[in-house]
């Protein structure tokens, strides 16, 4: 009997919208090595094969509605008719539990920022999906469609800071700001970017997040400086 671990597990999900059991392919945080982040935080990994970011979207096989453990279980009225209507309906049966190449992992999170635009979720959870799928394309050096994807994720940042609906949310009201600069710098958005990056500097003496305060004034000299 072969008892060696694999990077992989199958966890047991129930579809929001349907209510459907289903199985989506997981990865064990042990088998997780970062080597560094780029400076929007995106993780890069020692090993390609084994990339948690390729599972984070689970997608129900039966009605085509995908998520991410940071949806609501909340259905806005009207909205879960709509994805009916505009997902389900018109969703061929397939099975994305299983291992994810790239291109899977980019179609799994599209469909869960369709989903979660027609069901109404927090900004901030949409731009997260957004900057995933901007990640994923940075891999595979699609410029044109990383920063399509930025630009829509930057959006959804500024958004959620403006209605400040990242409250409750893992993101920091630091953090927010400072991923609208560097977004911003990154899709040649360069005024805001110097906006978003003082407003992350002038919190330098009230912030135990000194990490993001460095990063934002390494970005501002370096756009000083050119």
């Given at each position: 009997m072969?008892?060696?671990?694999?990077?992989?597990?199958?966890?047991?999900?129930?579809?929001?919208?349907?209510?459907?059991?289903?199985?989506?392919?997981?990865?064990?945080?042990?088998?997780?090595?970062?080597?560094?982040?780029?400076?929007?935080?995106?993780?890069?990994?020692f090993?390609?094969?084994?990339?948690?970011?390729?599972?984070?979207?689970?997608?129900?096989?039966?009605c085509?509605?995908?998520?991410?453990?940071?949806?609501?279980k909340?259905?806005p009225?009207?909205?879960?008719?709509?994805?009916?209507?505009?997902?389900?309906?018109r969703?061929v049966?397939?099975d994305?539990?299983?291992?994810?190449?790239?291109?899977?992992?980019?179609?799994s999170?599209?469909?869960?920022?369709?989903?979660?635009?027609?069901?109404?979720?927090?900004?901030?959870?949409?731009?997260?999906l957004?900057?995933?799928?901007?990640?994923?394309?940075?891999?595979?050096?699609?410029?044109?469609?990383?920063?399509?994807?930025?630009?829509?994720?930057?959006?959804e940042?500024?958004?959620?800071?403006?209605?400040?609906?990242?409250?409750?949310?893992?993101?920091s009201?630091?953090?927010?700001?400072y991923?609208?600069?560097?977004?911003?710098?990154?899709?040649?958005?360069e005024?805001q970017?110097?906006?978003?990056?003082?407003?992350?500097?002038?919190?330098?003496?009230?912030?135990?997040?000194?990490?993001?305060?460095?990063?934002?004034?390494?970005?501002?000299?370096?756009?000083k400086?050119?």
């Open positions: 072969n008892t060696t671990l694999t990077p992989y597990y199958e966890k047991k999900l129930q579809c929001l919208l349907c209510k459907t059991n289903f199985i989506s392919t997981k990865i064990r945080s042990s088998f997780v090595k970062v080597d560094f982040y780029d400076k929007d935080f995106c993780p890069n990994y090993s390609d094969e084994v990339n948690p970011l390729f599972y984070s979207v689970f997608v129900c096989p039966h085509g509605f995908s998520f991410t453990e940071y949806f609501s909340y259905f009225p009207g909205t879960r008719e709509d994805i009916i209507n505009k997902v389900s309906n969703w049966s397939q994305y539990g299983k291992i994810r190449k790239i291109k899977h992992a980019i179609a999170y599209k469909l869960a920022a369709y989903c979660g635009e027609i069901k109404r979720e927090k900004n901030v959870t949409i731009a997260g957004y900057i995933r799928i901007a990640w994923l394309y940075r891999k595979i050096n699609n410029k044109v469609q990383e920063q399509r994807f930025l630009r829509f994720a930057m959006n940042y500024l958004n959620s800071y403006l209605n400040s609906d990242f409250h409750g949310s893992q993101m009201e630091l953090k927010i700001i991923l609208i600069a560097e977004l911003s710098y990154q899709i040649g958005e005024k970017a110097v906006l978003y990056l003082s407003k992350v500097i002038e919190k330098q003496n009230t912030t135990t997040e000194r990490t993001i305060v460095e990063m934002a004034l390494e970005r501002w000299h370096e756009i400086a050119t």
